[in-house]
């Protein structure tokens, strides 16, 4: 079976500031691991994958995630938050290969708060 | 390439009713998953739909069901409709599944 917890329900930062979203997953397989935001009244936007090659990966809008097996961990990071980063937040887990096909498994969310 | 779409964009129904949303894959896609959003239990997993096949299916009652058509597009139709079917539905397609999902702006659909 797999599971994602999100370990922040609300995160708040300053404008340009550090920002760090935190994702632990289980996983019985090696897994794909996905980031996904999502702006008010808007679907989701990926914004970086993990699947086993480079464990740092880098997505769009200067987001990056680390993927470290021993903590089971694939926490979000940004050096500097903006304003248009304000947005709920979904760590992804899903089993690559044919026989899970489809399912992406959602954390609950973590709602960024940028300050100016 | 255009994204995925879905419409109604917005929807109103009433209790007992049925009602079929739509989603267009982006182009050459041919994976369609439908996923229902809520406040109370996020975001959760119907089905999944390939070569016109449902291939994986989730934790949902059988009033939930959907199919897709030889041109990928995929409805969703939910009969009967309960207060708590009143969440945003999302689509998203992949080029053939365990792929990075795209998904659409979603279809919010409120029962009264």
């Known amino acids: 079976a797999q599971s994602v917890t999100q370990l922040d329900s609300h995160v708040s930062v300053s404008e340009g500031t550090p920002v760090l979203l935190r994702c632990n997953y289980s996983?019985?397989?090696?897994?794909?691991l996905f980031w996904y935001v999502q702006h008010p009244n808007k679907g989701l936007q990926l914004l970086l994958k993990y699947t086993s090659a480079a464990t740092l990966v880098k997505g769009i809008n200067g987001f990056e995630a680390e993927f470290k097996k021993s903590e089971t961990s694939f926490h979000l990071t940004k050096p500097s938050a903006h304003m248009s980063d304000a947005a709920e937040y979904f760590c992804v887990v899903t089993r690559p290969g044919s026989s899970n096909t489809g399912k992406l498994i959602f954390g609950q969310g973590t709602t960024l708060q940028v300050k100016p | 390439k255009a994204g995925v779409t879905q419409t109604p964009r917005y929807l109103i129904k009433t209790r007992g009713q049925q009602v079929t949303l739509s989603c267009s894959p982006i182009s050459g896609h041919r994976s369609v998953s439908w996923y229902q959003q809520t406040p109370g239990q996020g975001l959760q997993f119907l089905f999944e739909?390939?070569?016109?096949?449902?291939?994986n299916k989730g934790n949902f009652p059988g009033r939930f069901s959907g199919r897709q058509f030889s041109n990928s597009r995929s409805e969703m139709n939910v009969s009967t409709l309960e207060l708590g079917d009143s969440a945003l539905y999302l689509c998203a397609s992949s080029y053939k599944g365990p792929d990075t999902q795209y998904f659409g702006p979603g279809t919010r659909l409120t029962v009264l």
């Open positions: 739909y390939f070569s016109e096949t449902q291939r």
């Open positions: 996983s019985s397989y090696s897994p794909s």
